[in-house]
C-alpha cells in the first residue's frame, strides 16, 4: 500500500529562520494537498499541488511538487510567531485513496 | 455560509458503550471524510463518502466502527462497545465534487473520551 514518511517530525526556529518540511511517497501521486493546524484547532487548507514540477508561492510560504509527483516540499521563509502549527501533507493516489502525512510541528522561539 | 458542524463537541462515555457522532457538511459538498486525530498525533483517515456511497471502508480500525450518510448530507460515525483506544478527536470535513480533488474543510471536531 501506498506509505508516506513526513520530516522532520519536529523543527524548532529563531523567528526570521526559514523553515522547511518535505513530503515522501513510495508511489506516484495523482495531487497533494498540504494543511496547517494550530494547537487546539483543526486542520486548514493551504494549497493543492497537481502538475509535476509545479511551483505555487503564497506570500512567504513556497510549495513544490516533485518531478515524478512522488514528494513534495513547504518551504517558509523569515518564520513569523503566526506561523506555529502543524503541517501536514495529504497524499491523493488514484481512485481517492487519501493518506496524511505525520506532520512537521513547527514552534518559534520570538 | 455555515461550516463544518459536529456534535456532540464532547463526548464522554463508558467503556463497553456504543455512541454515535455525527457531521453537517457544507452544503452542496458531495464529498465527506471522517478522521481520527489521537492525542498529539497525526491524522488517520478513516472513511470517506461520495455522495452516499463509501467506496472503501478498510481505514475503518475494527468491525466496531462504521458510518453512513443519508441524503447526501448528514453523516454519522458509530462506535460500538467502545474501548479506551477509542479516545480522540474525531474530525470531519467535507469538500466540493470528486473525493480528494477539492479543498477539504474541517468542522472543530468531536472530542471522545473513554473511561
Known amino acids: 500500500g501506498q506509505q508516506v514518511m513526513q520530516i522532520p517530525q519536529y523543527q524548532h526556529v529563531q523567528e526570521g529562520e526559514d523553515f522547511t518540511t518535505y513530503c515522501n511517497s513510495s508511489t506516484t501521486l495523482s495531487n497533494i494537498q498540504w494543511y496547517k493546524q494550530r494547537p487546539g484547532g483543526h486542520p486548514v487548507f493551504l494549497i493543492q499541488?497537481?502538475?509535476?514540477?509545479e511551483v505555487k508561492k503564497q506570500k512567504r510560504l513556497t510549495f513544490q511538487f516533485g518531478e515524478a509527483k512522488k514528494n513534495s516540499s513547504l518551504h517558509i521563509t523569515a518564520t513569523q510567531t503566526t506561523d506555529v502549527g502543524t503541517y501536514f501533507c495529504l497524499l491523493i493516489q488514484g481512485a481517492q485513496k487519501l493518506v496524511f502525512g505525520q506532520g512537521t510541528r513547527l514552534t518559534i522561539n520570538p | 455560509g455555515a461550516g463544518v458542524s459536529q456534535s456532540p463537541s464532547n463526548k464522554v462515555t463508558e467503556k463497553g458503550k456504543d455512541v454515535e457522532l455525527r457531521c453537517d457538511p457544507i452544503s452542496g459538498h458531495t464529498a465527506l471524510y471522517w478522521y481520527r486525530q489521537s492525542l498529539g498525533q497525526g491524522l488517520e483517515f478513516l472513511i470517506y463518502f461520495q455522495g452516499n456511497s463509501a467506496p472503501d471502508k478498510s481505514g475503518l480500525p475494527s468491525d466496531r466502527f462504521s458510518a453512513e450518510r443519508t441524503g447526501g448530507s448528514v453523516s454519522t460515525l458509530t462506535i460500538q462497545r467502545t474501548q479506551q483506544e477509542d479516545s480522540a478527536v474525531y474530525l470531519c470535513?467535507?469538500?466540493?465534487?470528486?473525493?480528494?480533488?477539492?479543498?477539504?474543510?474541517f468542522g472543530p471536531g468531536t472530542r471522545l473520551t473513554v473511561t
Open positions: 499541488l497537481v502538475k509535476s514540477g
Open positions: 470535513a467535507s469538500s466540493f465534487g470528486l473525493a480528494g480533488v477539492g479543498e477539504q474543510y
